[in-house]
């Protein structure tokens, strides 16, 4: 089955000099500024003939959806977008958002599969394993139908397109992008307080490894380093509570929620050591280059990174400490590197920003994301019947 667009929508062929490519981008997510979502919006922006206009939430709640719906309603009668993009977690509203653009193509930022989190990651437990199949049926109607699919990573990509039997070319890897500062204003400089910071902040999901990091911690105990751990549920921290107690790690501090403009900004500059990980060795750890490994890099920080098996040009004490996943030996041996070697780490981090510059910023992800949409109002669009 093909859908036609409307008579009304007109759709413009790229050319040169003049804005001719209208883009609408849609969220509805509780956190309506998700680094995703911003590096996503600011590469658009970047896109040579390209206006973007957005429908967008600004509240967490049950509220967003009908800000969302109102804006999407808005941005389709008055600009009539050609091509639109549903952006992170667009899961939820993805069938009415099909809907209500009425044939124009449709960019999909699935990013994180549900399906992989409940059955490969064990979100919710027996209860989302028992509800993965059905999970998955959803999930394959809704990729299947969009016209291009986003990722962040290559390892990602694949996985789409073997998991849900997509065609390669239908899947797009787009890093998860980070904010960039001016380049005046990043500075790593050597830190003469002691002890010793090592920050870690997230979600404290399962691909993040907070065990692998506490007992890291525990076979640090000799040294004068604190740990800093920002993030987790009530539940998540209990339980990580209760394994600093088992393992005897007492130098640390632990705070639920920081604003991200105060990591950005205190936690992050203030910090001797950043791990990015992922340290779990869990299927989707496997797969991903951490936001906050980007976020690190971007400001230049020395950062521990949890390896996978696609080629970022991480090397270990030149850009970056890189280890393996799920090995609490191996990250106690990279931070006490960095302890001993305290001097060496603003030139380590200055060569992670050079990397980060060249494989994983705004600048990389406009330059694909560009292409991509070029070559996407260029094709003639067929939906499946589903």
């Not at 139908?145 to 997509?166: E, G, P, Q």
């Not at 980070?178 to 870690?200: G, H, I, M, Q, W």
Request: proline share 6%; glycine share 6%; with cysteine.
């Amino acid at each position: 089955m093909t859908r036609q667009s409307p008579d009304t929508h007109q759709r413009s062929e790229p050319d040169d000099g003049d804005v001719v490519l209208h883009i609408g981008y849609i969220l509805c997510y509780r956190d309506p500024n998700y680094i995703r979502s911003v590096s996503l919006l600011r590469a658009l922006e970047a896109c040579p003939n390209v206006e973007v206009v957005v429908a967008r939430n600004t509240s967490r709640g049950p509220w967003r959806y009908i800000e969302t719906w109102r804006a999407l309603r808005r941005i389709r009668a008055t600009n009539a977008p050609d091509i639109y993009i549903l952006g992170f977690r667009g899961h939820e509203i993805f069938s009415p958002v099909y809907r209500m653009i009425n044939g124009a193509p449709l960019v999909f930022d699935a990013l994180m599969s549900p399906f992989a989190a409940l059955r490969e990651e064990r979100k919710a437990g027996l209860l989302g394993r028992l509800l993965a199949p059905l999970v998955y049926q959803f999930e394959r109607r809704m990729l299947l139908r969009a016209d291009l699919v986003l990722t962040d990573t290559r390892l990602h990509a694949d996985f789409y397109a073997r998991t849900f039997a997509l065609p390669e070319t239908k899947v797009l890897a787009l890093p998860v992008g980070a904010v960039e500062p001016d380049s005046n204003a990043v500075t790593s400089t050597l830190s003469e307080r002691s002890p010793f910071s090592v920050l870690f902040y997230g979600s404290f999901l399962p691909l993040h490894g907070i065990e692998v990091i506490v007992a890291a911690a525990a076979l640090l105990r000799d040294l004068p380093i604190h740990f800093n751990f920002i993030g987790g549920s009530a539940r998540q921290a209990k339980r990580f509570y209760r394994q600093c107690e088992q393992l005897n790690v007492t130098r640390y501090t632990h705070r639920q929620w920081v604003p991200f403009e105060q990591i950005l900004q205190e936690e992050i500059p203030n910090a001797d050591l950043c791990l990015g990980g992922p340290f779990a060795d869990t299927p989707q750890a496997k797969r991903v280059v951490t936001g906050k490994t980007s976020q690190c890099l971007a400001l230049g920080k020395a950062t521990v990174i949890g390896c996978i098996n696609e080629d970022y040009g991480f090397v270990n004490q030149v850009n970056c400490l890189l280890i393996a996943q799920a090995d609490a030996n191996a990250l106690a041996a990279a931070i006490r590197w960095a302890f001993e070697h305290r001097a060496s780490l603003p030139e380590l981090g200055a060569r992670g920003r050079v990397l980060y510059l060249e494989r994983l910023s705004t600048r990389v992800i406009t330059t694909r994301l560009a292409q991509a949409l070029l070559r996407l109002t260029r094709s003639s669009t067929t939906h499946p019947t589903i």
